[in-house]
T-cell receptor
Framework: NAGVMQNPRHLVRRRGQEARLRCSPMKGHSHVYWYRQLPEEGLKFMVY????????ESGMPKERFSAEFPKEGPSILRIQQVVRGDSAAYFC????????????FGPGTRLTVL | TQLLEQSPQFLSIQEGENLTVYCNSSSVFSSLQWYRQEPGEGPVLLVTVVTGGEVKKLKRLTFQFGDARKDSSLHITAAQPGDTGLYLCAGPSSNDYKLSFGAGTTVTVRA
């Protein structure tokens, strides 16, 4: 069974460019969560999605950040006009159901903004 | 937001020694989870504790959930270099699906 897959694993962008991070959940999982890990900080919740629906985006900055989980294909976390402060590790997790179901994490995408 | 504080932030010990990592909060959690994260990888779930006072063992790792469900500890006996990593505790928010993480304890076991 393949685990949660994320790509790219490393992404370098210059200030003002766009970053697209992809997450393929584990087979059979329809719930996806995105977290951000800043240096020497814990993971912070960003957004929770089910297929074609954003359930909770309360942890996501209001500007420049968006997320989707289409009916077909991976979940996408999109950051427009990146700034240096966006440099972080972005992790995706998935679960078969929501609520208290165990979340399984992917290997993360390390975003570096020059 | 329910906050989880972990201590110590860093821990460096010799192979064969024991260590304990703490996770504390002023809030009650329905459950707490412990993860281990290696450099360049995502967190891997070690255990979930649910009942106040619960003790779970995973080989040389012992996890305890406080009676009041506000704190937890991870004890490693006879640590090995393979135990090196970032240990994170996490608990669900009132929404349940939104995990709150501690900042983590970086454990280094020297051979």
């Amino acid at each position: 069974n393949a685990g949660v897959m994320q790509n790219p694993r490393h992404l370098v962008r210059r200030r003002g460019q766009e970053a697209r991070l992809r997450c393929s959940p584990m087979k059979g999982h329809s719930h996806v969560y995105w977290y951000r890990q800043l240096p020497e900080e814990g993971l912070k919740f960003m957004v929770y999605l089910q297929k074609e629906n954003i359930i909770d985006e309360s942890g996501m900055p209001k500007e420049r950040f968006s997320a989707e989980f289409p009916k077909e294909g991976p979940s996408i976390l999109r950051i427009q006009q990146v700034v240096r402060g966006d440099s972080a590790a972005y992790f995706c997790a998935s679960s078969p159901q929501g609520d208290t179901d165990t979340q399984y994490f992917g290997p993360g995408t390390r975003l570096t903004v020059l | 937001t329910q906050l989880l504080e972990q201590s110590p932030q860093f821990l460096s010990i010799q192979e064969g020694e024991n260590l304990t990592v703490y996770c504390n909060s002023s809030s009650v959690f329905s459950s707490l989870q412990w993860y281990r994260q290696e450099p360049g990888e995502g967190p891997v779930l070690l255990v979930t504790v649910v009942t106040g006072g619960e003790v779970k063992k995973l080989k040389r790792l012992t996890f305890q959930f406080g009676d009041a469900r506000k704190d937890s500890s991870l004890h490693i006996t006879a640590a090995q270099p393979g135990d090196t990593g970032l240990y994170l505790c996490a608990g669900p928010s009132s929404n349940d699906y939104k995990l709150s993480f501690g900042a983590g304890t970086t454990v280094t076991v020297r051979a």
